[in-house]
Nanobody, 122 residues
Framework: QVQLVESGGGLVQPGGSLRLSCAASGSIFSINTMAWYRQTPGKERELVAVITSGGSTNYADSVKGRFTISRDNIKNTMYLQMNSLKPEDTAVYYC????????????????WGQGTLVTVSS
């Protein structure tokens, strides 16, 4: 099995910075695309940023220029550096990954983390 463990969430003031981490563990053969999503009450889960296995990235318009997604393929860990945070960035942030296992190396399955709360408030 595979597990995504998130860390780095918390309370931060507007204009501040926060760095989220997502570590994947288990019988992993490879990880393809990874992404960060976020969700607030009454809204659909929103794609924040995505990064391919080769390092190509895309961002939601609302976070462009402020957030940076990255990954360490050796450690199977993904990061989200969040700068110039705004109150509207407050949400539960979820780690998402497409993972292939040793037993079936050509089949990628979608895996989600439990989510970590980011609160931007003064």
């Amino acid at each position: 099995q595979v597990q995504l463990v998130e860390s780095g969430g918390g309370l931060v003031q507007p204009g501040g910075s926060l760095r989220l981490s997502c570590a994947a563990s288990g019988s992993i053969f490879s990880i393809n695309t990874m992404a960060w999503y976020r969700q607030t009450p009454g809204k659909e889960r929103e794609l924040v940023a995505v990064i391919t296995s080769g390092g190509s990235t895309n961002y939601a318009d609302s976070v462009k220029g402020r957030f940076t997604i990255s990954r360490d393929n050796i450690k199977n860990t993904m990061y989200l550096q969040m700068n110039s945070l705004k109150p509207e960035d407050t949400a539960v942030y979820y780690c998402n990954a497409w993972v292939a296992f040793w037993t079936e190396r050509d089949k990628y399955l979608e895996v989600w983390g439990q989510g970590t709360l980011v609160t931007v408030s003064s």
